[in-house]
């Protein structure tokens, strides 16, 4: 049993690692060999192993002695059989989790026109994206800036307006004060 599952699974790695490569090459034969390892997968990791799971329920007693005998190493017993049982179970979730991203990237690459690989490293990518960010954070402490500048700007010729009011009392309300005060002292 544990000779099958190991066979179906590095057959079904074998096909995956192949056409990972093909995609990574950017060959033409990508769409077709994808869909034979699809084929590969789900009849190998899938319909085999689930195969496999229910002749745990009606072979696993009758084939060789069903006894748990220490000095002798037979370990095929009830616990034994719970414990592969569970093992496989879980074993067979996590295909189904694989499986759905296999269908995922089939559908993407059907559906979406999208050829990568989602889970790939892609230094590239990364540095694409890093420096985004960083232009972006750049143009933002920029943006910053220039409205500070701009405040202090618009601040410093306040200054110079209501400063020269004070000088000249001609300018801005100044003058008013001024011809009240001539015509009080006259």
């Not at 694989?98 to 690459?109: D, E, Q, S």
């Not at 050829?115 to 490293?121: G, H, I, Q, Y």
């Not at 410093?156 to 015509?183: F, M, N, R, W, Y």
Request: charged share 25%.
């Amino acid at each position: 049993m544990g000779l099958a599952i190991y066979i179906t699974h590095d057959i079904s790695d074998f096909f995956l690692a192949t056409s990972k490569l093909l995609n990574y090459i950017n060959h033409p034969l990508v769409g077709p060999y994808f869909i034979f390892f699809m084929c590969t997968w789900l009849y190998l990791r899938h319909y085999l192993n689930i195969l496999i799971l229910i002749s745990e329920f009606y072979e696993f007693k009758t084939v060789g002695p069903y006894m748990l005998d220490w000095e002798n190493e037979q370990f095929k017993c009830l616990i034994s059989h719970v414990i592969s049982t569970f093992l496989l179970g879980g074993l067979q979730m996590l295909n189904l989790v694989w499986l759905g991203w296999v269908l995922r990237t089939a559908w993407r690459y059907v559906w979406l026109d999208v050829k990568e690989d989602d889970r790939s490293d892609d230094d590239e990518k990364e540095w694409r994206e890093e420096m985004r960010e960083e232009v972006e954070r750049r143009a933002r402490e920029e943006d910053l800036l220039r409205a500070e500048q701009e405040m202090r700007t618009r601040a410093a010729e306040k200054k110079v307006v209501l400063g020269s009011a004070k000088d000249d009392p001609t300018k801005i309300g100044g003058g008013c004060q001024s011809t009240l005060i001539s015509h009080a002292s006259e």
